[in-house]
T-cell receptor
């Protein structure tokens, strides 16, 4: 069964609105979670590393003020796309580390900004 | 510099035959881990297999095996007895050690290979 859940699975919003995506680790605590972005037929691009109790670490080129990450608890990390625009439309996927040999991904969120 | 390279954008295989998906990597670390994931059209990333850099045996998980050649820095995925449900995008990824502790660093992904299984 799934060990990482993500909500919502799909969201359509108007340009200028903010969208929050939740990532939860099920039945295990994840001190570190990762947020990725994927365009169609392309690879996963790491956006940021979410650390419980501290600020997220963003990859170069990722706007911190646009993609707000909050790791509120050991089982929940949220990604908020602020003032979304059509170019933010993408597939967002989170992952959590369970152990050295395992890193599980959530089912992903498809964001469409009109 | 590209750390993970998958040179096959697309691969075709006949049902019930074996197929090898190529992956080469580049790292100066001695301790690292290599992963393979399957991504069907639904988008979900399905973990397939893991190989640690210090593992002497090639990893196997059911029909999946990892042909790990450390000196060549390659970690090819072998799928035996292909099934129609194996049609998907496959990603190779590497995790390098962070610092001297046991922190688990981020995964770096290859470009992916689209596998199509023909009946």
């Amino acid at each position: 069964g799934a060990v990482v859940s993500q909500h919502p699975s799909r969201v359509i919003c108007k340009s200028g609105t903010s969208v929050k995506i939740e990532c939860r680790s099920l039945d295990f605590q994840a001190t570190t979670m990762f947020w990725y972005r994927q365009f169609p037929k392309q690879s996963l691009m790491l956006m940021a590393t979410s650390n419980e109790g501290s600020k997220a670490t963003y990859e170069q080129g990722v706007e911190k003020d646009k993609f707000l990450i909050n790791h509120a608890s050991l089982t929940l990390s949220t990604l908020t796309v602020t003032s979304a625009h059509p170019e933010d439309s993408s597939f967002y996927i989170c992952s959590a580390v369970l152990g050295v040999e395992t890193q599980y991904f959530g089912p992903g969120t498809r964001l469409l900004v009109l | 510099a590209q750390k993970i390279t998958q040179t096959q954008p697309g691969m075709f295989v006949q049902e019930k035959e074996a197929v090898t998906l190529d992956c080469t990597y580049d790292t100066s670390d001695q301790s690292y881990g290599l992963f393979w994931y399957k991504q069907p059209s639904s988008g979900e990333m399905i973990f397939l297999i893991y190989q640690g850099s210090y593992d002497e045996q090639n990893a196997t998980e059911g029909r999946y095996s990892l042909n790990f050649q450390k000196a060549r820095k390659s970690a090819n995925l072998v799928i035996s007895a292909s099934q129609l449900g194996d049609s998907a995008m496959y990603f190779c990824a590497m995790r390098e050690r962070v610092g001297r502790g046991t922190s688990y660093g981020k995964l770096t992904f290859g470009q992916g290979t689209i596998l199509t299984v023909h009946p």
